[in-house]
Each structure stands twice: as structure tokens, then as C-alpha cells.
């Protein structure tokens, strides 16, 4: 099933101000487990991490940046 230009919109306003922050204070509490490794590994997983999270939610941000396409092209 398709989500339509305006639910992904309003999918993917949920996940940025909603998910993403959840996400955030779990990779912290996750990564906090262990004992704190160097710097540059921590850096690493937490862009690794970063990428992660938007992977299962890739169909909802494409195209969301661009012009509505169900929209009406009347006005030009």
C-alpha cells in the first residue's frame, strides 16, 4: 500500500520530532553500556548509527523535499 504526498509528509514530521529524538536517547543509553571507548570509535558508531535509523523509513522521506505531484498545475 502507497502512502499518499501529504501522509508521508506527516509520517515523516512524526518520525523527525518524535522518533528521532527516541532514537537518539537510546543509541546513548546503549552506547553507555560499555565502558567508553576512544573518541574516534564513539564518532564511528554514532554516525553509524545515524544512518541506521533512516533506513527503514527511506520510503517515507523520498520526494517529501519536492513540489506536491497530486497538486493541481492551474496555477502557472
Known sequence: MALS????????????L?????YIVAAVNIVSWFD????WVEFAIYVALGF???LPFKFVFKGVGQAD???????E
Open 36 to 39: 567508553r571507548p576512544p573518541i
Open 69 to 75: 505531484p497530486d497538486a493541481d498545475q492551474s496555477d
Open 5 to 16: 504526498y501529504k501522509s508521508r509528509r506527516r509520517w515523516s514530521l512524526i518520525i523527525l
Open 18 to 22: 518524535v522518533g528521532l529524538p527516541l
Open 52 to 54: 541506521v535509523w533512516v
